[in-house]
Each structure stands twice: as structure tokens, then as C-alpha cells.
């Protein structure tokens, strides 16, 4: 219940402590607000909140020197930041130090309850046995935030801000693990391009994306010695990297929550169970009745059902009939005993799997990954041949809805063909309406030499923004970026900037051309449109 947990308000104005007090009380929070900032800091130091939202402008002390002294004294309390001035050095700051979340005045209800149900944990939202084995984790603490899946990574969140990030590999792919690639601190990751590759000893490689955008602060060097491990799929032991994210919430909008419905009228099975689901990241809500199964398939996003046939004796198939009448999306895995009289008759219903019970610690990874994950072939991009898209991409310019001039100079032929990442990337400007300029040719020079310089001078004058791109051997994973940005002031006083995207090559094909998987292209193609679509800030 949401009188659980208890919420402080600090800010200086009435107005709004009185806002947060109805929008909370209202859903059952119980709610403490201060107007003297010294004596809210006092408050949160004294009672065990679970969430603080602090107000950065305040007349007598700046907020985030108030949060500065938080943090000293509790460097895990859930704090939200709620300012009407935001800033760059506000965010990084409360970046810096693990704020929750960043609200813009004015807010509305649905804002604050979205944080507040983003931030405190639910209650029902981990089982015991998940809980337990969290606790056993001393070197580094996770919150009370599931795990989330995106394609064959997850992540797990830390009560210090910090994520690990690891991939969870299918049984069926049966070569042995000869090598790992693994990225190295300070690092900067990007959502869907490489963080780490497997190397097979058939010679092939599997490359797990990164979730989310951040920058590496610890690498899981054990998996160096021993790669194989991350096979095992262990949580605790096959993480790969700690991250310091940078948009948490924006990065894994497209990452879920494996959550899982267990019909079991055996305490002694489910006790059996338990262990490896949770080991293997579920959520597992454990039901005995078929109407408390469909009760709570309804309210889940993936609709995911494990049956324990054994314990339902011979009702396990009619029950299984109820579920695909009331839910026809659910997947239902079953687990029945060897030789089954049964299994040909649950096959009669709609089921993804039937899964032997003596092999289930052995076959739950690959049912997870085949319920959980979209497995595609590479997708290839076709030229459409628009008529505003030459061969080869040497420029690309917009005004973005910001209002400020971007440019995008393309150094080597990386945008080429209509295709792969220059087809998404001016379709995506294409589908959004923005007013676009594409230059053809190739630029056969280097950002750094004087003919580079000389094309990025005379682009200075007319832009805000302007983002170089090249593809350079810089002995890193294929397909990830190198960043760097520099800032300058224009003739009319307005702050701009030069933001500098190498590219770590792939595959030089016959004719010289980067080839890249479809999740990489489309991540390189999502990451220049953001950067050329987003504003620019006051240095």
C-alpha cells in the first residue's frame, strides 16, 4: 500500500509544498513538506524517507549545496531534483550526485506520480527470493528496481546510481566461448551499439549491445580469465560493466521487465523454481487457481504463464483451454513429468513449449530468450532511390526545431548508397518535416588536416551546430563511437559547438564500404539525429 512509504517535500514556496501534499495524498503517500530548507535537511536526516523532492532555487540556501550536505550524510536516500531554472550544470550535477530525477516547473499531477512510481520501490515487485539473493551481492548494492532486458542484455540498477550491465547468452548456441571483447573504463556507451562481443570457436561473434547511454566506471575482469562465464548466466557473476548512465529513463523505454506468471498448487515445486527464474532476472508472481492466473495475466505487458502440470493432477489441460479463451496472447510454457499421459493433450490447446521437468534448468534460458526476445535476421536496407539522396553524403544540413543551424560533415564515405545508415538517418528527417540541404560527393580528407579545418572554418560561420563523422581504426569494438565536443563563441556572441563522432570500422566490403548489422546502423543513425537535433546549450 502506498501509506508504506513516506514522502519529504523541500521548498521554499507554500504554494508548491501544497501542490506535492494534495497530488501524493490523493494516491495515499504519506507527505512531510518544509519551507525552511535547514530544517527539511534536518527532517531527512532524522526519519528514514523513501523519496526527497528538492527544490534547487531557494532564498536562503542554494539547492544544491542543501543536497551536497545530503548526500554527505545519506548517500542513498532517493532524491528528486525540481527546479523552474534548469540548467547544463545543474543536470550534470545532479547527475553527479545520483539525484532520481529532474523536474521542470511547472509540473503536472501525472509528472510526480510518473517519479514517484519510477522511484520508490513496489513492494510486490521483487519476490523473497530475489531479495535474498540481492542481498548477498557486499561489493556493490542494487536497488529495489527489477532487472530489465534489452535484446540479449540486461541491466540492474545500483542504489548508488551506478548500472551493471551483462548479456545473457541462449543454451542453443553450443560452440565454446573462446574470447570476450570487453570495453575498458571511462569509456563512453551509446544505446544499441557494441559494449562487448563474444567470441565463438567456430569464429563467429555475438555482439551485446549496450543498453543505455553512460560512461564505463568498472569492467568485470574475471570474464577475461574465464569468458565462459558468462554462458552460465548468473547475474551475480556475468555482468560485464558498471555504467554511470546519463538518461536512464529515456534509454530504456525499449527495455522490459521479464515478468512471469507461475501456476503451481506445490509449495515444494515452487520453492523449486524460484531460485532459477530470479537467477535468470523474473519477476515471478506465483498463483494457485486458474481465475488468480488469468487475473494477473491481464494485467501484464508480455502475458508469460509457466504451469506445473504435475501439481494440477488432471485438470492442468482445461486449465490451460480457460487461458487461451480468456488471454489468446498469453504464452504458455508447460512443465510436465517425462511420459506424460497428458502432453498430447495440452497439446491440443495453443502452447509455446512443452518442457520436460528434468530438464528444465537446462532449457529455461532458451524459453526465455525465445519468449522474451525478437530474434531477426539482419535486415537489409534497400535503396528506395529517393530523389533527394545522392550516391554519396558529404554534407547534411537542417534547422532544428530548436531553431538552431546543424551541419553534418562527412569525412570518407560513410554515407553511401542511399542505403544502411545515410537512408535511415535523412529518412528520419524526411518522416519528422525538417527543412534539409544534402550535399553529394565524398570529402577525401581528414578533420584534422588543413583542408578538414579549412571545410569546418568556413561551416562555423553559418551553423550552431556541427558534427563531424569518420570512420577510424581506433582498436575498439566494431561499431562504436568516440565523442568528443568542443565549444566556441560566434562572431554574434551565441555559444555553439563541434562535436567530433569517430566510428570504430566493421566490414570494408569490395568496394570499400562500412557494412555494419541492422541494430548497429540503426543505432549510429539514431545517435547523429539526436545529436543534430538537440539544443544548444550555454557553456
Known amino acids: 500500500m502506498n501509506s508504506e512509504y513516506s514522502i519529504l517535500v523541500i521548498d521554499d514556496e507554500a504554494v508548491v509544498c501544497e501542490s506535492f501534499t494534495r497530488i501524493l495524498s490523493n494516491k495515499g503517500y504519506k507527505v512531510d513538506s518544509k519551507t525552511e530548507p535547514y530544517e527539511g535537511l534536518e527532517l531527512a536526516l532524522s526519519n528514514k524517507y523513501d523519496l526527497v523532492f528538492l527544490d534547487l532555487k531557494m532564498d536562503k540556501i542554494d539547492g544544491m549545496d542543501l543536497f551536497n550536505e545530503l548526500r554527505k550524510k545519506d548517500p542513498d536516500l532517493p532524491v528528486a531534483i525540481v527546479t523552474g531554472y534548469p540548467s547544463m ?16 516547473k511547472p509540473f503536472t499531477p501525472e509528472e510526480i506520480l510518473k517519479s514517484v512510481n519510477q522511484i520508490i520501490p513496489q513492494k ?8 535474498h539473493r540481492l542481498a548477498k551481492q557486499l561489493d556493490w548494492e542494487p536497488s529495489h528496481k527489477p532487472i530489465q532486458f534489452y535484446k540479449i542484455a540486461w541491466v540492474q540498477q545500483g542504489k548508488d546510481g551506478s548500472v551493471r550491465v551483462g548479456g ?10 573462446n574470447n570476450l571483447l570487453l570495453p575498458e573504463v571511462n569509456d563512453i556507451t551509446y544505446p544499441g551499439l557494441p559494449l562487448s562481443g563474444v567470441v565463438l570457436s567456430d569464429k563467429s561473434r555475438i555482439m551485446i549491445p549496450s543498453p543505455l547511454s ?37 534509454d530504456l523505454q525499449d527495455a522490459h521487465i521479464r515478468n512471469v506468471t507461475l501456476l503451481c498448487k506445490s509449495s515444494d515445486e515452487v520453492k523449486g523454481y524460484l531460485p532459477r527464474l530470479a537467477d535468470l532476472g523474473c519477476i515471478v508472481n506465483c498463483v494457485d487457481t486458474v481465475n488468480k492466473a488469468v487475473s494477473t495475466l491481464i494485467k501484464e505487458k508480455n502475458k508469460v504463464i509457466f504451469i506445473d ?17 480468456e488471454i489468446p496472447e498469453a504464452k504458455v510454457v508447460i512443465i510436465g513429468k517425462p511420459d506424460s499421459e497428458l502432453e498430447e493433450t495440452f497439446r491440443k490447446n ?31 536496407f534497400e535503396s528506395c532511390q529517393i530523389s533527394i539522396i545522392p550516391q554519396s553524403i558529404r554534407r547534411v544540413h537542417i534547422t532544428n526545431k530548436h531553431g538552431n543551424k546543424v551541419t553534418l560533415l562527412v569525412f570518407g564515405d560513410m554515407l553511401y548508397n542511399n542505403k544502411d545508415i545515410g537512408y535511415i538517418l535523412i529518412n528520419k528527417f524526411v518522416e519528422k518535416s525538417f527543412p534539409i540541404e544534402v550535399a553529394r560527393g565524398i570529402n577525401h580528407f581528414h578533420p584534422d588536416d588543413s583542408t578538414g579545418q579549412q571545410i569546418i572554418e568556413k561551416n562555423k560561420e553559418k551553423n550552431d551546430i556541427i558534427i563531424t563523422l569518420q570512420a577510424k581504426d581506433s582498436n575498439k569494438l566494431p561499431g562504436q563511437i568516440q565523442k568528443e565536443i568542443e565549444k566556441y563563441t560566434n562572431e554574434d556572441g551565441s555559444d555553439s559547438r563541434i562535436i567530433k563522432l569517430v566510428i570504430q570500422p566493421k566490414i570494408i566490403d569490395d568496394n570499400e564500404h562500412m557494412i555494419f548489422n541492422s541494430m548497429t546502423t540503426k543505432a549510429v543513425a539514431e545517435l547523429i539525429f539526436d545529436e543534430m537535433t538537440s539544443r544548444v546549450l550555454s557553456a
Open 214 to 250: 553512460g560512461k564505463i566506471i568498472e569492467v568485470n575482469h574475471k570474464l577475461a580469465v574465464n569468458p565462459s562465464v558468462i554462458k552460465e548466466n548468473s547475474l551475480d557473476e556475468s555482468w560485464i560493466v558498471r555504467i554511470e548512465p546519463a538518461d536512464i529513463e529515456k
Open 124 to 131: 510486490d515487485i521483487l519476490s523473497t527470493v530475489v531479495k
Open 168 to 177: 545473457q547468452l541462449p543454451n542453443f548456441i553450443s560452440s565454446k566461448i
Open 309 to 325: 502440470a504435475a501439481s494440477l493432477s488432471d485438470n492442468g489441460p482445461e486449465y490451460v483451454k480457460i487461458i487461451n479463451q
Open 350 to 380: 495453443k502452447i509455446l513449449y512443452y518442457c520436460v521437468s528434468s530438464l528444465f534448468d537446462k532449457e529455461i534460458t532458451d524459453i526465455l530468450y525465445s519468449v522474451f526476445t525478437s530474434i531477426q535476421e539482419d535486415e537489409v
Open 89 to 104: 550544470d545543474t543536470a550534470i550535477e545532479s547527475v553527479k550526485l545520483h539525484a532520481s530525477d529532474y523536474i521542470l
